[in-house]
Every structure is written in C-alpha cells, then in structure tokens.
C-alpha cells in the first residue's frame, strides 16, 4: 500500500486529523495537499489535544515525516505558533521532520484582510469564511501574482512583498477597508524567511524517493468533498480542490503513485455543516440538534475548531455521500462520532430526493442544484447502550451494525473502521 489517501467525505470536520493519526503508525510520511490554517485537525493522545491548522496531524505520531506540499497555501505567522506550541509539549517539528514544498503559495496579512473585507460587501450573501485569507491567497495564485515558499529564501523577497502589500492596499482601499501598515509586515516577514529556510525543500522529490523505496505515503486531505472548489455546493465551497485525485497535483506525484492506492472516506455518522450554503438533511428542531451537537462542554462537541461556530447538524445523506464516494473513488469508508448516536430513539439517513413527485436516487447535478429536491429518509432503530468502550464490531449492538451496514450500502463503500471517541484507541475495525 505505497500511496494511501484520506479525505473528508462532507462539509469537513468529520475526524480526518483523528483517523490519520491512527494510520500514522503504518506511514513513513504524512503530507498535506490542500488549504491552509483554515482547516483545524483535532488529535486526542490522553490527556492531550492537539488541534493542527497548517501542519499534517500525523506530525503528532513520532513515526512519519510530515510534509506540507505544493497545493497548499501558508500563513508563516500560523506556521511558526503551530511549531512553536507542538514542541512545547515535545513533538518534534523541526527542519528534519518538517519539510514544506518551495512551490507552496503564501497567505500574508493583506490576504486575511481582504478576506475578511470581502466578506463584509457580500453581506447577507457572505459565505461564513474562517477568515484565514484562503481565497484571496488561491485568487492570487490563479492570477500568476502570488509569492510563494520560494520567493521567501530568494534575495529580492522584501522588494516583492511590497509590492504585494501596495498592492492589497489599493483592493482593500475600494472595498471601504483600512490600508495595511507595510514597514512591520516587511519587519515580520524578513524574520519568517531567514526561520523558513531549513524547512523547504522539494517535497515532490522526496516523496518520489519515499514511494519508490517501498515506503507509505499518508495523503491528509483537508476540508471535504462537499466544500471542494469545483465539485462541491458553490460558490458555498473553499477555494482548494479537495478531492482525492488532488492529493497528486498537491503533492507532485505522477499517475502511477495512484496505482493500488487505498482512498479512505472518513464520514460522520451523521452530517454537519460550518458557514452558510445549502443542508438538505439539517435538522432544524432544536432539542434535537442540540442532542447531535451538544453543548460546548465536551471538546468534542459540535464547534468550529478553527472559528469556535456553533456547527450546523442534520441526518447523514447517503446520496451526498454516493457522490462523495464517486468523485473521490473511495475504496473503503471509516466512519466517526457513532458514540454520539447512542441513546438516540430512531436514527434516519437519507437514501434519495424526491422532487415533483418523482424519485432521484442521485441528483442530476449534484450539491450544486438542490432548488426544489427534497430528502427521502429510511428510518432505523436506534440503540441505548454507551459504545465508546467498544474495540470489537461484535460487541456493537445490533442495531448499531445495521446503520453502519446501511451506510456501506447507500454509499456503495465497504465501511472499513469505526469511530466510537476521539481518543487515539477508541477504534473498532469492521467485521
Ligand atoms: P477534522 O477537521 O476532520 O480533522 O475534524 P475536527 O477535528 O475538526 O472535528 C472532529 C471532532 O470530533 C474533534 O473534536 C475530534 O476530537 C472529535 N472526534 C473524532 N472522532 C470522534 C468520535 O468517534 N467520537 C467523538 N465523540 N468525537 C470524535
Ligand atoms: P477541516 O479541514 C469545516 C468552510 C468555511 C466556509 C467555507 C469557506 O477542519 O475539515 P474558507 O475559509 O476556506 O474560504 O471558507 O469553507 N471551511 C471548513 N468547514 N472544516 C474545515 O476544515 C473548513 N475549512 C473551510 O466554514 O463555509
Ligand atoms: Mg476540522
């Protein structure tokens, strides 16, 4: 298994960083191909959580090297607090273990302040962004203007980062927003580029190396399926392509580094959405939402780890999912948080649309035109018993196989593991 890839199959945040931390002890490499610090990867070791933005969760295994790759898009700011706090507490992110690609593209402060200035003109139509400078960055990098990696280690970066600020000052100045003071940018930068230099390398290279010497390659997709830029519910999407097949591009590797690959759907038991756009299956009675998403008390609960919003949650809809696993090509599924469903009295997952009396077992164009589709549930039992303390499929109630033999049907996909909590063991592998 050189090349193995795992992708969020919703709206994001459905435990890719926990589930990558778990194949992390099989991985010689760990590398990242999309985003920025707009994503936020929770890892639970014992008493310990880490939440990852910008570098790869299997950074936390002591075993793989961790690489951020070519498609992604980096905040130095972001990056360096990020390796700062993981060796704080003794995880090693150093130049050795830490290697970030020379043709990544970077997010400055006038990105986040465009961002943020563009999503106050869009008013009610405003996309809930996390702010972190992702489409300004991306919007940049289509346009050919952008700065990358590379330009930080290269003897004219100040010149052009100036540039760059004036620049942003003069899109912000017709967006009504405030200019950026470009001295202490300049002043900040300068020191992130002297701190950068031993980490970049060509992680194409590398990685080329790493798959041709019989090693693994963990592929850690940030984001989800339903936010991808062209594939998801646009314009309420990221500005990354998320997707499977974009873990090559992002990454550098060729066609064949796809042969035999392993692509891993990680999937919430049920289905959650941050930011605005379209949830056909949101629940919208609330002692019953606040049931899936709790209160906040637990770290677990459903709430923004980059941004801290309340999530959007709703019944899994296995025809989002069917598509998911069709654009993605999953092999296998895993899914995450069944502990949460316990106790609940009936469980429904959506198997199909109905629109004017017709039936829709897949949407004719996707997330992108839900106008007048209606979810159709199969409902299930549901179950009593605590199955956080699990670790065989079964000990799991009946009930509790049945949905999960339900999901692997509507998707299409053999559910490989199963999520019952957010510590690293808390794994049961499909029977
Ligand atoms: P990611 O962005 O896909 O990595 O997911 P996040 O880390 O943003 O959100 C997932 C949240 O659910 C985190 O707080 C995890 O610790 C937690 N989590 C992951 N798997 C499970 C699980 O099986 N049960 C419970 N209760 N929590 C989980
Ligand atoms: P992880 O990797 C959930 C959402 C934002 C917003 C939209 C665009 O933790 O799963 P952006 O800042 O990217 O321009 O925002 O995408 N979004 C996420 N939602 N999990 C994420 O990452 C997300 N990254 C972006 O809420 O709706
Ligand atoms: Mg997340």
Same mark, same amino acid.
């Given at each position: 298994?050189?090349?193995?890839?795992?992708?969020?199959?919703?709206?994001?945040? @459905?435990?890719?960083?926990?589930?990558?931390?778990?194949? %992390?002890?099989?991985?010689?490499?760990?590398?990242?191909?999309?985003?920025?610090?707009?994503?936020?990867?929770?890892?639970?070791?014992?008493?310990?959580?880490?939440?990852?933005?910008?570098?790869? &969760?299997?950074?936390?295994?002591?075993?793989?090297?961790?690489?951020?790759?070519?498609?992604?898009?980096?905040?130095?700011?972001?990056?360096?607090?990020?390796?700062?706090?993981?060796?704080?507490?003794?995880?090693?992110?150093?130049?050795?273990?830490?290697?970030?690609?020379?043709?990544?593209?970077?997010?400055?402060?006038?990105?986040?302040?465009?961002?943020?200035?563009?999503?106050? %003109?869009?008013?009610?139509?405003?996309?809930?962004?996390?702010?972190?400078?992702?489409?300004?960055?991306?919007?940049?990098?289509?346009?050919?203007?952008?700065?990358?990696?590379?330009?930080?280690?290269?003897?004219?970066?100040?010149?052009?980062?100036?540039?760059?600020?004036?620049?942003?000052?003069?899109?912000?100045?017709?967006?009504?927003?405030?200019?950026?003071?470009?001295?202490?940018?300049?002043?900040?930068?300068?020191?992130?580029?002297?701190?950068?230099?031993?980490?970049?390398?060509?992680?194409? %290279?590398?990685?080329? %190396?790493?798959?041709?010497?019989?090693?693994?390659?963990?592929?850690?997709?940030?984001?989800?399926?339903?936010?991808?830029?062209?594939?998801?519910?646009?314009?309420?999407?990221?500005?990354?392509? $998320?997707?499977?097949?974009?873990?090559?591009?992002?990454?550098?590797?060729?066609?064949?580094?796809?042969?035999?690959?392993?692509? &891993?759907?990680?999937?919430?038991?049920?289905?959650?959405?941050?930011?605005?756009?379209?949830?056909?299956?949101?629940?919208?009675?609330?002692?019953?939402?606040?049931?899936?998403?709790?209160?906040?008390?637990?770290?677990?609960? @459903?709430?923004?780890?980059?941004?801290?919003?309340?999530?959007?949650?709703?019944?899994?809809?296995?025809?989002?999912?069917?598509?998911?696993?069709?654009?993605?090509?999953? $092999?296998?599924?895993?899914?995450?948080?069944?502990?949460?469903?316990?106790?609940?009295?009936?469980?429904?997952?959506?198997?199909?649309?109905?629109?004017?009396?017709?039936?829709?077992?897949?949407?004719?164009?996707?997330?992108?035109?839900?106008?007048?589709?209606?979810?159709?549930? @199969?409902?299930?039992?549901?179950?009593?018993?605590?199955?956080?303390?699990?670790?065989?499929?079964?000990?799991?109630?009946?009930?509790?196989?049945?949905?999960?033999?339900?999901?692997?049907?509507?998707?299409?996909?053999?559910?490989?593991?199963?999520?019952?909590?957010?510590?690293? @063991?808390?794994?049961?592998?499909?029977?």
């Amino acid at each position: 298994m050189p090349l193995k890839i795992v992708v969020g199959a919703q709206w994001g945040d @459905e435990g890719k960083g926990r589930i990558v931390d778990w194949f %992390a002890s099989q991985a010689e490499v760990v590398a990242r191909y999309n985003g920025g610090d707009n994503a936020g990867h929770s890892v639970t070791v014992g008493s310990q959580l880490f939440k990852l933005h910008l570098i790869p &969760s299997g950074i936390v295994h002591p075993r793989p090297v961790a690489i951020m790759g070519n498609g992604m898009v980096i905040n130095p700011e972001s990056l360096f607090s990020e390796i700062e706090s993981l060796e704080k507490v003794g995880v090693d992110a150093g130049p050795k273990r830490l290697r970030i690609s020379h043709a990544a593209h970077l997010i400055t402060p006038a990105h986040k302040a465009l961002d943020k200035a563009m999503e106050a %003109a869009r008013g009610k139509e405003s996309i809930g962004t996390t702010g972190r400078g992702i489409g300004p960055a991306y919007t940049d990098k289509a346009a050919r203007t952008n700065l990358r990696v590379a330009d930080m280690v290269g003897t004219d970066f100040v010149e052009k980062l100036g540039t760059h600020i004036e620049s942003a000052n003069r899109s912000l100045a017709a967006l009504g927003a405030p200019a950026l003071d470009i001295g202490p940018v300049l002043d900040t930068f300068s020191q992130y580029a002297t701190r950068i230099r031993p980490f970049v390398a060509d992680t194409a %290279a590398e990685m080329d %190396a790493a798959l041709r010497a019989g090693q693994t390659v963990l592929a850690e997709g940030a984001q989800g399926t339903l936010l991808d830029i062209d594939h998801g519910t646009y314009p309420f999407v990221t500005s990354s392509s $998320t997707l499977a097949p974009a873990a090559l591009l992002g990454l550098g590797l060729g066609m064949t580094a796809a042969r035999d690959s392993i692509v &891993s759907g990680v999937c919430k038991a049920f289905q959650t959405r941050v930011g605005s756009g379209p949830f056909p299956t949101e629940i919208h009675e609330e002692s019953l939402a606040l049931r899936l998403r709790g209160t906040g008390e637990n770290p677990w609960d @459903e709430y923004g780890t980059t941004t801290g919003r309340p999530r959007r949650v709703g019944w899994l809809d296995g025809v989002l999912l069917r598509y998911a696993a069709r654009l993605n090509g999953f $092999t296998e599924l895993v899914i995450t948080k069944l502990d949460i469903l316990s106790g609940m009295p009936h469980i429904k997952i959506c198997t199909a649309y109905t629109r004017n009396g017709k039936i829709y077992h897949d949407l004719p164009f996707g997330p992108t035109d839900l106008e007048g589709f209606e979810a159709v549930y @199969e409902e299930l039992p549901g179950w009593t018993e605590d199955v956080s303390g699990i670790r065989r499929w079964e000990d799991l109630p009946q009930p509790a196989r049945d949905y999960l033999d339900a999901i692997g049907r509507v998707a299409g996909v053999p559910v490989r593991l199963v999520s019952v909590g957010p510590e690293r @063991e808390q794994i049961v592998p499909a029977g």
